[in-house]
Protein backbone atom coordinates (compact mmCIF):
# COMPACT_ATOMS: atom_id res chain seq x y z
CA UNK A 1 0.00 0.00 0.00
CA UNK A 2 2.84 2.40 0.78
CA UNK A 3 4.64 1.63 -2.14
CA UNK A 4 1.40 2.71 -4.13
CA UNK A 5 1.16 5.78 -2.31
CA UNK A 6 4.35 6.80 -3.16
CA UNK A 7 4.38 5.59 -7.22
CA UNK A 8 0.79 7.51 -7.12
CA UNK A 9 2.68 10.38 -5.36
CA UNK A 10 5.22 10.99 -8.03
CA UNK A 11 3.03 10.48 -11.06
CA UNK A 12 0.62 13.67 -9.79
CA UNK A 13 3.91 15.49 -9.12
CA UNK A 14 5.46 14.37 -12.44
CA UNK A 15 2.06 15.72 -13.78
CA UNK A 16 2.16 18.82 -12.53
CA UNK A 17 6.50 19.15 -11.92
CA UNK A 18 7.93 17.36 -14.49
CA UNK A 19 11.28 18.78 -13.89
CA UNK A 20 10.94 18.51 -10.19
CA UNK A 21 10.39 14.64 -10.94
CA UNK A 22 13.29 14.30 -13.57
CA UNK A 23 15.77 15.47 -10.88
CA UNK A 24 14.27 13.22 -8.14
CA UNK A 25 15.02 9.85 -10.33
CA UNK A 26 18.37 9.77 -10.12
CA UNK A 27 18.47 10.50 -6.35
CA UNK A 28 15.74 7.22 -6.02
CA UNK A 29 17.84 5.38 -8.47
CA UNK A 30 20.79 5.92 -6.33
CA UNK A 31 18.92 5.18 -2.81
CA UNK A 32 17.71 1.92 -4.74
CA UNK A 33 21.27 0.86 -5.80
CA UNK A 34 22.30 1.95 -2.12
CA UNK A 35 20.24 -0.48 -0.47
CA UNK A 36 19.67 -3.03 -2.72
CA UNK A 37 22.50 -5.52 -1.19
CA UNK A 38 21.89 -4.86 2.41
CA UNK A 39 18.08 -5.67 1.45
CA UNK A 40 19.53 -9.09 -0.47
CA UNK A 41 21.09 -9.89 2.34
CA UNK A 42 18.53 -9.26 4.67
CA UNK A 43 16.08 -11.48 2.60
CA UNK A 44 18.90 -14.29 2.30
CA UNK A 45 18.91 -14.36 6.08
CA UNK A 46 15.28 -14.32 6.13
CA UNK A 47 15.59 -17.37 3.87
CA UNK A 48 18.02 -19.36 5.59
CA UNK A 49 16.33 -18.22 8.40
CA UNK A 50 13.04 -20.32 7.23
CA UNK A 51 14.91 -22.97 5.58
CA UNK A 52 17.16 -24.05 8.79
CA UNK A 53 15.13 -23.54 11.22
CA UNK A 54 11.44 -24.99 12.46
CA UNK A 55 9.18 -22.71 14.05
CA UNK A 56 9.18 -24.73 17.12
CA UNK A 57 12.79 -24.16 17.64
CA UNK A 58 12.15 -20.43 17.14
CA UNK A 59 9.38 -20.60 19.42
CA UNK A 60 11.93 -22.61 21.81
CA UNK A 61 14.82 -20.19 21.86
CA UNK A 62 12.61 -16.57 20.93
CA UNK A 63 9.01 -17.94 22.04
CA UNK A 64 6.49 -17.85 25.00
CA UNK A 65 8.83 -20.12 27.41
CA UNK A 66 12.41 -18.64 26.22
CA UNK A 67 13.53 -17.16 29.17
CA UNK A 68 16.71 -16.02 29.80
CA UNK A 69 18.29 -17.61 26.13
CA UNK A 70 15.68 -15.38 24.64
CA UNK A 71 16.51 -12.13 26.18
CA UNK A 72 20.29 -13.17 25.58
CA UNK A 73 19.66 -13.74 21.98
CA UNK A 74 17.75 -10.89 21.07
CA UNK A 75 20.12 -8.33 23.39
CA UNK A 76 23.11 -9.62 21.76
CA UNK A 77 21.25 -9.98 18.36
CA UNK A 78 20.83 -6.39 18.39
CA UNK A 79 24.29 -5.16 19.57
CA UNK A 80 25.83 -7.33 16.55
CA UNK A 81 23.48 -6.27 14.25
CA UNK A 82 24.84 -4.23 11.45
CA UNK A 83 23.24 -2.03 8.41
CA UNK A 84 20.01 0.03 8.28
CA UNK A 85 17.37 -0.27 10.93
CA UNK A 86 14.58 -0.44 8.49
CA UNK A 87 16.50 -3.65 6.65
CA UNK A 88 16.18 -5.88 9.97
CA UNK A 89 12.16 -4.82 10.11
CA UNK A 90 11.01 -7.75 7.46
CA UNK A 91 13.16 -10.41 9.34
CA UNK A 92 12.25 -9.43 12.16
CA UNK A 93 8.21 -9.57 11.23
CA UNK A 94 9.24 -12.71 10.01
CA UNK A 95 10.42 -14.31 12.63
CA UNK A 96 7.13 -12.89 14.94
CA UNK A 97 4.88 -14.87 12.73
CA UNK A 98 6.98 -17.55 13.34
CA UNK A 99 6.74 -17.27 17.36
CA UNK A 100 9.20 -14.50 18.52
CA UNK A 101 7.82 -12.23 21.35
CA UNK A 102 6.95 -8.98 21.53
CA UNK A 103 8.82 -8.22 23.82
CA UNK A 104 12.36 -9.34 22.52
CA UNK A 105 11.93 -7.86 19.03
CA UNK A 106 11.71 -4.60 21.36
CA UNK A 107 14.92 -5.87 23.12
CA UNK A 108 16.59 -5.98 19.50
CA UNK A 109 15.50 -3.22 18.48
CA UNK A 110 16.47 -0.77 21.55
CA UNK A 111 20.00 -2.63 21.58
CA UNK A 112 20.75 -1.43 18.05
CA UNK A 113 22.04 1.95 19.82
CA UNK A 114 24.76 -0.43 21.54
CA UNK A 115 27.71 -0.70 18.77
CA UNK A 116 30.90 -2.29 19.34
CA UNK A 117 32.64 -1.05 16.74
CA UNK A 118 31.79 2.79 18.30
CA UNK A 119 33.19 1.77 21.44
CA UNK A 120 36.66 2.75 21.06
CA UNK A 121 35.74 6.70 20.14
CA UNK A 122 33.24 6.37 23.21
CA UNK A 123 35.72 5.67 25.16
CA UNK A 124 38.23 7.82 23.68
CA UNK A 125 35.99 10.93 24.16
CA UNK A 126 33.58 10.46 27.58
CA UNK A 127 36.23 7.59 29.01
CA UNK A 128 35.91 3.88 30.63
CA UNK A 129 33.58 4.78 33.34
CA UNK A 130 30.79 6.46 31.43
CA UNK A 131 31.04 3.98 28.21
CA UNK A 132 30.74 0.78 30.68
CA UNK A 133 28.29 2.60 33.05
CA UNK A 134 26.13 3.65 29.65
CA UNK A 135 26.20 0.45 28.00
CA UNK A 136 24.96 -1.56 31.36
CA UNK A 137 22.06 0.95 31.30
CA UNK A 138 20.97 0.18 27.31
CA UNK A 139 20.98 -3.04 27.96
CA UNK A 140 18.85 -3.16 31.76
CA UNK A 141 16.88 -0.52 29.72
CA UNK A 142 16.17 -2.84 26.78
CA UNK A 143 15.03 -5.47 29.66
CA UNK A 144 12.66 -2.63 30.41
CA UNK A 145 11.64 -1.83 27.58
CA UNK A 146 10.61 -5.15 25.93
CA UNK A 147 8.76 -5.65 29.30
CA UNK A 148 6.78 -2.66 28.77
CA UNK A 149 6.06 -3.21 24.97
CA UNK A 150 5.44 -6.54 25.72
CA UNK A 151 2.64 -5.75 28.11
CA UNK A 152 0.99 -3.19 26.26
CA UNK A 153 0.89 -5.13 22.84
CA UNK A 154 -2.65 -6.75 23.04
CA UNK A 155 -3.29 -9.85 21.31
CA UNK A 156 0.51 -10.41 20.57
CA UNK A 157 3.05 -12.79 22.01
CA UNK A 158 4.01 -10.54 25.18
Given amino acids: MFLFLVVAVYAIVGII ?34 LLFEAKGIIRNLGKGSGLRGWLLAISGGIVSAGPIYMWYPLLADLRETGMKNSLIAAFLYNRATKIPLVPMMVYYFGWPFTITLSLYMVLFSIVNGHVVGRFMRGGKP
Wanted: charged share 15%; no cysteine; hydrophobic share 65%.
Fill in 17 to 50: EFDLIRNALPVLGKLILRIFPILMLVFGIMFLTN
